[in-house]
């Protein structure tokens, strides 16, 4: 017998899990999931955006408009930001599969942590000032970020 053919590649295995973990975010709008992985291919943390730890989501305004204090922005921790504080070893090198491009704030939070590639799936933002910001960032510091090549595939999973 021999194996079967129809296997998942590992980017769409990572992005897969970024995008489960998006599943966790409260967001009413925007959901966004990060993986990130190590050389070996090993999943070493992941993270969605949502609210601080210890913070009550019930509260917490979830609204995209008016003053910023009555705004999701002023709370949410994004999906990377997420995924980079809730490992617990050595960042440097590694890889962070994301369903949305970075923001600039993001951006600060993996280059600092030394992560070397992003692999997004959207780029939604692309031109707006903190993309161009994002971009120009990881530039300047050799972090390398490529466009995920989706498969144009449907997958079902069960539970």
Same mark, same amino acid.
């Given at each position: 017998? !021999?194996?079967? !053919?129809?296997? %998942? +590649?590992?980017? #769409?295995?990572?992005?897969? @899990?970024?995008?489960?973990?998006?599943?966790?975010?409260?967001?009413?709008?925007? /959901?966004?999931?990060?993986?990130?992985?190590?050389?070996?291919?090993?999943? *070493?943390?992941?993270?969605?955006?949502?609210?601080?730890?210890? =913070?009550?989501? +019930?509260?917490?305004?979830? +609204?995209?408009?008016?003053?910023?204090?009555?705004?999701?922005?002023?709370?949410?921790?994004?999906?990377?930001? !997420?995924? *980079?504080?809730?490992?617990?070893?050595?960042?440097?090198?590694? #890889? *962070?599969?994301?369903? &949305? =491009?970075?923001?600039?704030?993001?951006?600060?939070?993996? %280059? /600092?942590?030394? %992560?070397?590639? @992003?692999?997004? &799936?959207?780029? $939604?933002?692309?031109? #707006?000032?903190?993309? *161009?910001?994002? $971009? $120009?960032? =990881?530039?300047?510091?050799?972090?390398?970020?490529?466009?995920? /090549?989706?498969?144009?595939? #449907?997958?079902?999973?069960?539970?």
């Amino acid at each position: 017998m !021999n194996k079967r !053919n129809d296997y %998942i +590649d590992w980017d #769409t295995y990572f992005m897969l @899990v970024a995008k489960v973990s998006a599943l966790r975010s409260k967001d009413p709008n925007t /959901q966004v999931g990060a993986c990130i992985i190590d050389d070996d291919k090993k999943i *070493i943390s992941c993270g969605y955006n949502g609210a601080p730890r210890g =913070f009550n989501d +019930d509260i917490m305004p979830w +609204d995209r408009d008016g003053n910023f204090l009555n705004t999701k922005y002023a709370y949410v921790c994004h999906a990377e930001l !997420n995924a *980079i504080l809730n490992s617990n070893c050595d960042l440097r090198g590694t #890889t *962070i599969y994301v369903d &949305l =491009f970075p923001c600039n704030e993001c951006a600060k939070a993996i %280059i /600092q942590s030394g %992560i070397k590639k @992003v692999i997004y &799936l959207s780029d $939604k933002y692309n031109n #707006t000032d903190g993309n *161009i910001v994002a $971009k $120009k960032m =990881f530039d300047e510091c050799g972090v390398v970020y490529e466009k995920y /090549q989706e498969k144009n595939k #449907t997958y079902t999973i069960k539970l």
